[in-house]
């Protein structure tokens, strides 16, 4: 990746860019090296602790420089402790906002959501992460790719590692079920930026044709039991392909027609995330349309939906959800899948809309019933005026059911005129002799009018119901995610741009500095919505969350309701922002009283053992200065002692409570290298108290990454803590062979050292406190410590990848155990082993 990036480099000088190197690592590759040559490079700083110079990218003189492009290599790389910023990628967010590019190399197996991943292929998790957000938001991501083989032939050449290390390596990260597997992870990862492109693309240019680059199935559920037929069957449509994506939909009705299970949906919710899926809500009028606007707005190639489940005739007409979606699919490929309810039949439910299919059969049937009605009732004569009144106010009733107010009133009148024609003296004429009959009429006409009026308000108000309903099942689903999800504010509006069909949903909060303009805190779809006040047109709409917190989408004109849904998800938007910050709080509160803690429990622990030795020393000083003449040469010795001694045991006291400190608030930064056990013990045994220990070590153990430093005092800790607490016990320090025990750490090898004594051991129940800071054998005498040294080691040892355990020692004692990660460099030897060797005939 580095000498790509510096191919790139070179090639942007060409084209006349200034570009300079912040840092660029050759990892002793003469090839990588010898592209640095022609560039400038600005030196690095030198930084780390214990004076170990560390090279990282010097940012002040990078901006101070202020090139056009920069250079700064390995963008998830962990500073060092002293570093400006913890991280390198914020190095770099600071040169982008300076107005300076950038070019970097990032590793898929750093990127965080891929490190679950990467962890299960390679059996090692990655040391080092960079959040996916910040890497979408580069311009422009090149993947570097090479086939597997190719790969394993330049490491085999010496062209990647050093020769000692091709085999080890070449048998573990780089195998080729490895390589093969991390590749396809990049190209995946790589192919979802590339489609977010393409999707910012044709909204940009809009685009709405179908668009086939990769397969997506879309599964349209209704809320019944048959939904878990459909996932199923396009679950093993997508398992024909790789990489494809299948998204579940239910189109949430506004009116009785909606027969959906809750109880169904969750289980329906649950199998898609099983199956690697994605669940998804929309609301809308028309179930077809709805589902074929949602399958455009992802691009997908495929929908499945299932039969219809309306009765024989509606499947003969065509108006079934299923052959909506078919005739309005286009290019999108359709799989209509049977199911044991299919053709059985919805109970009939009189609609709550009167949509304009049922106020035009209406207008017709206003015109043919009065019609029908006289010319079936002019077939008996013999019936009089007021049978005639009730047949014709029959049909206006019939009229009004199917039809609403005004096809009704329209048929009221059509049946006035005829039987004011047909019925009334004088027949054949408009004119009515009689008033009984005029006075029939018009009671007839108010008492249609009348009905017509009854069924168009129960119409309005069971829509409204209906509305009401689904509005409320979409303010449950909201309560829900409330209570079980924890979403981002990026993930809740992805939610809202999809439960209002919208192009774009935003966040915007009041301008900080002047508290009149609005700054964009997150936004979901091709581009972000203008801010509140500056709508350009009625398909924009926001909602104030609060007077600094406004909820904006744009692309569709919201109706009534839906903007009171839009209130709701405001408020909803507000409550989880105010969420975060009290969980943000409240980590900082309990990392503050973890703090606390450990202050308060230091200076309980210390008020006797810090006292102890200072007063022993002041005393044998005082004793040296006023008497030192009168005495005894053996008594002055024995007082220098003394101080010496003292002086020791502050010293240990001092380092195990700076060690503690910076392992309890997370600031250990081991530098690890290869090292052997041999150089760490000898280094961590002198000036120990004395005592009968014992070195059993294997002759070809293998190296170890280490912090030698760290190591030396997890060492020193575990052996000093054996002689406090097994006095006058052989203490064992034992090493097995590079080929013995299978001992690994998440998979990866890892060498093991045992540190042995037979004293009175510690019970199984208190093994687990025994590690914990401030604890003591048995309450044992403030002479022994404070409790730390365990607790220090085992925090330096999880700090290196390692672990520490204890276990009972067979006859009586206990076992300390060390694993560490085997070194994959060049195996080291120890001073004395050289030296031993070297002697040899």
Known sequence: MTFAMLQEAH???????????????????????????????????????????????????????????????????????????????????????????????????????????????????????????????????????????????????????????????????????????????ALLWLADRVDEGLAKYRASQGITANWPARERVVVGLTGGPEGEVLIRRASRILSRVNGGDLLAVHVRLSDLKSRESP????????????????????????????????????NATQIVVGVSRGRLTSRLLGSGVGSKVVRGS?????????????????????????????????????????????????????????????????????????????????????????????????????????????FALLVFLGAAIAVSLVVGLSARRAQEAARARAEAATLADLARDALIADDTIAAFLDKVRETFQVRSAGLFTRAADTGDGWDLQAHSGEAPPPPPGTEKSGADAYEMADPQTALVVSGRTLTAGERRLLTAHGAHVLLLRQRHALQLRLRNTTKLAEGNSIRTSILRAVSHDLRTPLAGIKLAVTALQRQKRRLPEEIQDEMLDTIDSYADRLDSLIGNLLDMSRISSGSTAPLTTPVTWRDAIEDALRGLPGGVIRIDLAPNMPAIDADLGMLERVIANIVENALKYAPGSDIVIVGPSSGSGAATINGRPCGELRIVDHGQGVPAADVIAMFQPFQRLDDAPEGLGIGLGLAVAKGFTEAMGGQLTAEPTPGGGLTIVIRLPLSAGPQLMSPKTRDADSSAP
């Open 11 to 185: 090639q942007l000088l060409g084209s006349g860019r200034d570009v300079a190197v912040g840092i660029a690592l050759d990892h002793g590759r003469v090839e990588t090296r010898e592209l640095m040559t022609g560039l400038e490079v600005i030196t690095p700083r030198l930084v780390g602790p214990h004076g170990i110079g560390v090279q990282e990218v010097d940012v002040d003189a990078v901006l101070a420089r202020h090139p056009q492009v920069a250079v700064v290599d390995e963008y998830a790389h962990t500073n060092a402790p002293g570093s400006r910023n913890r991280q390198r990628w914020q190095d770099i967010e600071e040169l982008l906002g300076a107005g300076i590019d950038v070019l970097s190399t990032v590793s898929a197996q750093q990127l965080a959501s891929l490190e679950d991943v990467v962890s299960a292929i390679t059996e090692v998790p990655p040391k080092e992460t960079v959040p996916d957000e910040i890497v979408r938001r580069a311009d422009q991501i090149e993947l570097v790719d090479i086939s597997p083989e190719l790969l394993r032939q330049r490491l085999s050449d010496g062209n990647i590692y050093p020769r000692d290390r091709v085999d080890a390596a070449l048998a573990n990260e780089f195998r080729l079920g490895n390589l093969f597997a991390l590749r396809e992870v």
């Open 330 to 438: 286009g290019d999108i490929d359709v799989h209509m899948v049977s199911h044991p309810l299919g053709g059985r039949g919805l109970p009939r439910v009189t609609s709550g809309g009167l949509g304009r299919a049922r106020t035009t059969a209406g207008f017709v049937l206003a015109v043919l019933i009065p019609v029908l009605a006289t010319a079936l009732m002019s077939l008996a004569p013999e019936l009089n005026f007021a049978t005639h009144v009730l047949v014709h106010l029959t049909g206006v009733m019939a009229v009004a059911f199917i039809g609403g107010l005004w096809p009704a009133v329209l048929a009221a009148i059509l049946d006035s005129l005829l039987l004011n024609y047909f019925e009334t003296d004088p027949v054949g004429t408009f004119s009515i002799s009689d008033p009984q009959n005029l």
């Open 263 to 298: 109880l169904a949906l969750e289980a329906q919710r649950q199998l898609v995330t099983d199956l690697g899926g994605s669940y998804h809500t929309v609301s809308g009028d028309d179930a077809a349309e709805t589902l074929l606007e949602f399958a455009r707005s992802v």
